[in-house]
Each structure stands twice: as C-alpha cells, then as structure tokens.
C-alpha cells in the first residue's frame, strides 16, 4: 500500500486556511508531552508534531521531523488520492460501540449523576468500526476529509511513538485549542450543537434555536470559563466576547467563541499552552477530573480521540486542534474506528444528544461514501 504513495506524502500533516505544516521522518520521538516541551524551550529540537491523547497519563505519540514544509494556506491533497490509483475504497460498517439503546442508557444514568453530584458536564461518544476490504491508506481518507472540509481543514498524525505501530489518526477538526503566533494567543472552542437540515429555511431555524438556546448556551459556557481560567494567567490581556457566534460544518451548526489575547512570557510555548488547557469540557466536561472518571468507567478507550493535534517549533509558535471529527486507521489498513461525543448537562435529552452523534459522524461517514 505505501510503496505506490506520492514521495511527498506526509507522515504528519495540519491543514489551515490560515497556514499548514506537513513533515516527513522522525529524529526522535517523545511519549512524554512535558519532555517534549523542554527539549523545544531549550532549543534542542527545531519542531515537534503528532497527538496528545485524551487521558492525559497515557503516552503521547509525538515526533521531531526529518523534514518540514510550511504553507501560508490550506493544503490541495495530491492527485493521486484524488484522480489516481490511490483514489479508491471500498468501506463498510463493522460494528457500533455502543449500540444506540445502549448509548441512550449511559446517557440517562450521565444525567443522574449530574442531578445528584458536583459534576456539571460530562461528554459521552461513542465509536463506529469500519472496515476495509481491500486495506485502505490513511491518507486517502485525510485528502477526502480535507477536501470536503468548507475550510480545507484536516490532520494526520502518526501514533507510532505511543506504542500503536503504524496506526495513523485523520481527522478534520473543526475547533482550534490553541494557537500561538508571536505573543498572540488564540482559541476557538465549540459547543452546543446542532445537526444541519437540507431544507434552507429548515437549516436557518436550526441555527437559529441554537443561538438561542439556554442548554447550549450554558454547555458553551463551561469551556469558555475553562479557557479563560487556563489563560487568564499566563496573558497580560485576553478578549473574550461575553455571546457566542453561530458556525457552521457540511455536518453542524455549532456555537464558538473567538478567544484572543497577548502572553506575559513570551518563552511559553504552544506545546505547554495546549498540554495546560486540554482535555476541555467541550469533549471532557466539568469539573475535569469528574467528568474524566465518569467518561473512564462508561466508554471503552478513546486513544487519541478527545485529545488533540498539531505542531510547535523552537520559537514556541505553533497550533493545537481538539482531535474531533476523526478516526483512527490501522496499521494495515483493513480496519479504523471513528468517534463522536455530546455534552451531556442536566437539561440534556437522551434522544436528542443520540441524534447529535449521529449527525457529527457524518464527517467521517460520507467521506468514505457510506
């Protein structure tokens, strides 16, 4: 499979409509996301990329690159996994996990425990196996996904270094976690959601009812003050708008806030700023450590998913995206699992948080054409 691929093609890629980084091979590598950031303050290594995972005691899969290639735009996958012969696949659903009723039910024992505990928050996800026949490239899910994103958006990192050999997470995520350029500091959390509508005036409303809505408001509310009480400290001034815009995925209608501000310490790095503000209540929920506990005994593993990607060089510039909207492929290409979560609060209803998986899915779905 991979002897056929383009020599360009990455080993990890973050596509931006405001600027992108792909890389090939690997100096050395880090399990140890704090070792990582340290190698970088000291100026040791020249850049480190991969994925932080959700839990935040498991390894990390990050790389030190061989080789780096900046872009001020989004990438343009390679024809080859457009056009070529690396264009096609063939995907079926293997299995759910959990199955529906399932999901349903850990979402009403979720809301007891909100009703009668400290936990404001927690999100449930839940996974879809698919599998492929023949054995699929990564990559060729992350061109389609990056070609089907309305902003080009899409990553690839290799979770090699995390002990998962030749496993590969793709994704398009729409929600930047943490953005370091110069002294700027930015962030762009999503939550509350809702699933788009075909019908034009039936989408609107749909978007509409969101930007209005108390729950979603108050599911959006959490991460906000999250990334306000993890950047507050370390920026001399930060600008968060006090009402949440509407934006919007093929897929969702979400709620979003534009975070800005200006670092007191120019040496933090946007390693150390994504490792001091992830997991958010946006895929974890509040207070973390609950909503983490909760989300340890209900789901099976969620691996990289939840947690998050991208790329920092020795200035301590870089950008972190919240691992959503992704999948993890196997090694040998014949099997992935794709996720998807909603925030569970105490007006949260079952059905309609079951809907939103299904919706978010689609992202991963309609790109493998089932």
């Known amino acids: 499979m991979s002897a056929k691929r383009p020599t360009t093609a990455p080993d990890f890629l973050l596509s931006r409509a405001t600027g992108s980084v792909r890389t090939q091979g690997a100096r050395m590598t880090f399990t140890d996301p704090w070792e990582a950031a340290d190698a970088l303050r000291r100026g040791e290594v020249e850049m480190v990329v991969g994925a932080l995972p959700f839990e935040r005691s498991a ?57 009668y505990s400290k936990l404001d928050k927690v999100v449930l996800a839940r996974a ?36 998962r050999l030749g496993h590969i997470l793709v994704g398009s995520s729409p929600e930047v976690l943490v953005k370091r350029q110069g002294s700027t500091v930015t962030a762009y959390p999503l939550a509350g959601s809702a699933p788009r509508q075909a019908d034009a005036g039936a989408d609107k409303a749909v978007g509409e009812q969101l930007a209005a809505s108390t729950k979603d408001l108050d599911e959006h509310r959490y991460v906000v003050e999250h990334l306000r009480h ?13 009402t949440p815009e509407l934006t919007q995925t093929a897929e969702m209608w979400h709620l979003a806030t534009p975070v800005i501000g200006t670092l007191r310490n120019p040496q933090t790095t946007a390693l150390e700023l994504a490792l001091r503000l992830y997991p958010t209540p946006a895929v974890c929920g509040t207070p973390t450590d609950a909503a983490e506990a909760l989300i340890h005994t209900a789901e099976s593993d969620r691996g990289f998913y939840g947690g998050a990607v991208g790329w920092c060089d020795a200035d301590g510039e870089g950008e972190y995206m919240v691992a959503i909207r992704c999948a993890e492929v196997a090694g040998d290409g014949r099997l992935a699992r794709a996720w998807a979560g909603g925030g569970i609060v105490a007006d949260s209803d079952a059905d309609t948080e079951l809907e939103e998986t299904t919706a978010k899915l689609k992202t991963i779905l309609r790109s493998l054409d089932l």
Do not use: K, M, W
């Open 59 to 115: 390894d990390a899969a990050l790389t030190v690159p061989a080789s780096i290639i900046r872009e001020d735009g989004p990438l343009e996958p390679h024809s080859y996994y457009r056009f070529g012969p690396g264009s096609h696949l063939h995907a079926e659903i293997d299995q759910l996990d959990p199955e529906e009723h399932e999901h349903l039910r850990r979402i009403e024992a979720a809301l007891e425990t909100i009703r």
């Open 128 to 163: 879809v196996d698919i599998a492929f026949d023949p054995p699929v490239d990564p990559l060729l899910v992350a061109a389609r996904l990056i070609d089907r994103s309305v902003n080009r958006d899409g990553f690839i990192a290799d979770l090699s270094p995390a002990g």
């Open 230 to 242: 993890g950047l507050a400290p370390l920026c001399e001034n930060l600008n968060i708008p006090s």
